[in-house]
């Protein structure tokens, strides 16, 4: 612990006024310290953690947190703030702030410590110390665990270390008799990088379980490593608790217990009615141990909507298909650029294949990517099946989906083939079974039956409408021309420039993709003015930043210059930072831009193969010229309405900082990604 913080990293009078400032004036302690090489990108990668959950904790604690490459070792800074800093906690401003920055590849140690700290935050005693004390090596001091805060009559019980056990009894506290069997709650907690909240939600799910006797065990699932949970504890445990914000691992063990299924914070917030609330499904014996085999997996948090649900539910499909889109959309579009569009009609690479010849290499490529794409509809339904009923629902999602390419439905059986397999497996689990038959249903009943209901369903009775419905929209597609074309340009490049590669964004990539399975000339209009219209977002703020560059702030400044790049490769990611910074004025910029891009890329009749790639596939795009005139257009009227909208307000100060960097966003991954 003493390699993480020092007093020069301690700020006991923190004079920032909100997140961003508080962040950046401790990271320049780090800067200072040499534990971070590069201020703005930390700062960026800090702000990217943030977009995605407020790092704001009841009882006055913010602990902005991320993992980042600027970042050489380790390291903690704390600041205390008088007037408070809202990072967006339930009860109000926080008054303790802890920056923790952790190296990309930090170590399994150091991590541990990191944890240690956050359960500590979870002592009344540790926080009310912090708050008392002036002297910054004093904290240092504390936060290292040199001191514990131990007032008069402390028992100098290991709680106040921060060392309570995972499953400390009730009956120390002596509010259960010794002999009465205690509640038994087994819980999970994780968040998307596993350096503090998951450790907070653990302890704070102890503390509650303590008070209100009830024996709980949890199994953190975050960076500083995975020990599984012993089967006899699982086994024996009365109810579960799985608090999380990533996706839990091997969730089927605990399958047929009564569970409570939340994000991360709710643990660390509300433990105490999550407690209840899972003991009262016990009670009510909602679900039983002996269903174990059978227990349907819990299909959203409490209190989501159906819609909600079905957008995560059709999410997760699209999100697995992506990586292969990625793979076999640029290895199709690579033959093309080597062998000509007739590289199609070239015979098997198994049976025919010359070293020497370029149109063998050219074939390779095309067979190869032909294969990842034969995937797409597939994964995406057997992972909008895994999505609703987790890992049972693969094997009817995949049938259905291969079901689907079979029988030309293509893109929408897809969706259609995942829903239903995760509609059958649903209600399979939810049937009673005898006891013989428990132990086979998830490796033998439950895919033999919904395989068989799901390929069923597909071939006999709604495959062939949803196929002649895919038919008819391809030819809708083929024979738009003139304003129809035009319209629905604008529609695409709106989509695609709405949230930035969110689930809007998403729909109008897949709706794109999906056309290539079957590639027409509609469809191919389709993903041209698709890609035209993603890349336009960072390709316009780019062009903002260059421009007019006074009305950006430095780090707004060089993610421009990144924001180049990006765009071109057609990562619409890449104007994130400025969208979360400023969405009032970016994001219609953004739109109007991206629908000027469709609607010229429509009307021109261009044309793409290739569902990735930017700028570097421009020679596999039917009519280059126009298309690059499209984009042109659109960026610049992205830049002159966010010039225009900007110029009426004062320019940003110096202290502002943008949010996530466009680095953070992989360049490997699409932009529907």
Not at 41 to 58: I, N, S, W
Not at 423 to 440: E, F, N, S, T
Not at 575 to 588: E, G, Q, S
Request: charge should be negative.
């Amino acid at each position: 612990m003493s390699e993480l913080i020092t007093a020069e990293l301690v700020d006991v009078d923190l004079a920032a006024e909100t997140k961003q400032t508080a962040a950046r004036s401790l990271a320049e302690r780090m800067v200072a310290a040499g534990r971070v090489t590069d201020l703005d990108g930390f700062l960026a990668d800090v702000a990217a953690r943030e977009a995605q959950m407020p790092t704001g904790l009841d009882g006055g604690i913010g602990i902005p947190h991320c993992r980042s490459e600027h970042v050489t070792a380790p390291t903690l800074a704390f600041g205390r703030s008088a007037r408070g800093i809202d990072f967006g906690a339930p009860d109000g401003p926080a008054d303790l702030i802890f920056l923790i920055a952790a190296p990309a590849g930090a170590d399994d140690d150091h991590l541990t410590i990191l944890s240690a700290l956050a359960r500590r935050l979870m002592d009344a005693e540790f926080t009310d110390a912090l708050r008392a004390e002036r002297d910054p090596a004093a904290v240092a001091a504390l936060i290292r665990g040199e001191e514990a805060p131990a007032p008069a009559g402390s028992t100098g019980a290991p709680e106040a270390a921060g060392e309570v056990p995972a499953a400390a009894a009730p009956e120390a506290a002596g509010e259960v008799p010794a002999a009465a069997a205690p509640f038994r709650i087994v819980a999970v907690t994780s968040c998307p990088t596993g350096i503090a909240h998951t450790y907070m939600a653990a302890e704070s799910l102890q503390k509650a379980g303590e008070a209100a006797g009830v024996d709980v065990v949890v199994e953190t699932q975050g960076s500083a490593g995975f020990t599984r949970l012993d089967p006899g504890v699982i086994a024996a445990a009365d109810a579960v608790i799985l608090a999380h914000d990533v996706e839990v691992r091997e969730k089927d063990r605990f399958a047929g217990k009564p569970t409570v299924d939340v994000g991360v914070k709710a643990a660390i917030n509300r433990p105490a009615e999550l407690i209840a609330d899972v003991r009262g499904k016990a009670a009510r014996g909602e679900t039983t141990a002996a269903a174990a085999a059978t227990a349907p997996m819990d299909t959203g948090a409490p209190g989501d909507h159906f819609g909600t649900r079905l957008r995560k539910w059709l999410m997760t499909g699209v999100s697995y298909m992506v990586p292969f889109v990625a793979a076999g959309g640029l290895l199709i579009a690579l033959a093309f650029a080597i062998g000509g569009y007739e590289i199609n009609s070239a015979p098997s690479v198994a049976e025919h294949f010359v070293w020497t010849e370029a149109a063998s290499w050219a074939a390779l490529l095309f067979q190869i990517g032909g294969a990842a794409f034969g995937f797409l509809v597939p994964v995406l339904a057997g992972y909008i099946a895994y999505g609703m009923v987790d890992r049972p629902g693969l094997v009817p999602g995949f049938v259905g989906g291969a079901i689907a390419v079979t029988i030309n439905a293509g893109f929408l059986g897809g969706l259609a083939a995942g829903l239903i397999a995760g509609a059958v497996v649903m209600a399979i689990q939810r049937v009673r079974v005898p006891a013989v038959l428990r132990g086979v249903m998830p490796v033998v009943v439950i895919p033999l039956i919904s395989a068989a209901v799901v390929g069923f369903l597909m071939f006999i009775v709604v495959g062939k409408p949803i196929a002649s419905l895919q038919k008819a929209m391809t030819d809708w597609l083929s024979g738009l021309s003139g304003g129809n074309a035009v319209l629905l340009g604008v529609l695409l490049g709106l989509m695609m420039c709405f949230d930035l590669g969110g689930p809007v964004n998403k729909v109008a990539y897949a709706f794109a993709v999906g056309g290539l399975a079957t590639p027409t000339d509609g469809s191919l209009k389709v993903m041209a003015a698709v890609m035209a219209a993603g890349m336009v977002p960072p390709l316009g703020m780019a062009l903002a930043t260059t421009v007019r560059a006074k009305l950006f702030t430095k780090a707004e400044q060089d993610n421009g210059k990144a924001a180049w790049v990006l765009g071109a490769s057609f990562i619409s990611e890449g104007a994130i930072p400025f969208a979360a910074a400023d969405p009032l004025r970016v994001i219609p910029s953004a739109m109007a831009g991206g629908a000027v891009t469709g609607a010229l890329s429509m009307a021109f009749g261009a044309t793409l193969r290739a569902p990735h790639g930017g700028i570097f596939v421009v020679p596999l795009i039917g009519g280059p010229l126009v298309y690059l005139l499209a984009i042109a257009a659109g960026t610049v009227v992205t830049a002159g309405l966010v010039v225009l909208l900007k110029s009426r307000r004062k320019p940003a100060g110096s202290a502002a900082t943008a949010p996530a960097a466009p680095e953070a966003a992989d360049p490997k991954v699409p932009a529907a990604a």
